[in-house]
């Protein structure tokens, strides 16, 4: 499945809805759905608030991936941000002590079994990987 979704928090619904039907579709372990959602929303978020010189759509891919999900999405007409070389959040610190910001990226990074950026031609993609553990066995 792949799908543009208009640069506006409201498609996180569609988002979400979207997912839960190619799950269903594909017949995809439904414990990874949660992971999946979390960092769909979490990346989308970030598009539409740090790339704020683009005004076309972000697209979402989703593809079955053997026991798992593999997620693209890609943003166009945007500087480079890679968001796997986010910096290390301090999770230890009391909350008034820490720095805004990264929580997110942190959060995705431990959510996801594999996270790739590519970007070319003012083109950003970020795809992500979530497997079931039983994919993992003999």
């Known amino acids: ?3 543009a979704y208009a640069r506006d928090f409201s498609e996180l619904d569609a988002i979400v809805a979207d997912t839960a039907a190619f799950f269903a579709t594909h017949a995809i372990d439904p414990n990874l759905r949660p992971k999946v959602d979390l960092a769909n929303e979490e990346l989308f978020v970030n598009l539409v608030t740090y790339n704020t010189e683009a005004r076309g759509p972000v697209t979402i891919e ?3 991936a053997g026991r798992g999900i593999e997620v693209t999405l890609t943003d166009r007409d945007v500087d480079r941000f890679d968001p796997t070389r986010a910096g290390d959040v301090d999770v230890e610190s009391l909350l008034a002590e820490r720095a805004p910001g990264g929580l997110g990226l ?3 990074s431990k959510m996801v079994d594999t996270i790739h950026h ?3 031609d003012r083109t950003s993609k970020i795809t992500f990987t979530n497997r079931s553990a039983s994919s993992e066995e003999g």
Do not use: S
Request: glycine fraction near 0%.
């Open 1 to 3: 499945m792949k799908k």
């Open 62 to 64: 989703l593809c079955a």
């Open 118 to 120: 590519e970007y070319r």
């Open 106 to 108: 942190y959060l995705v």
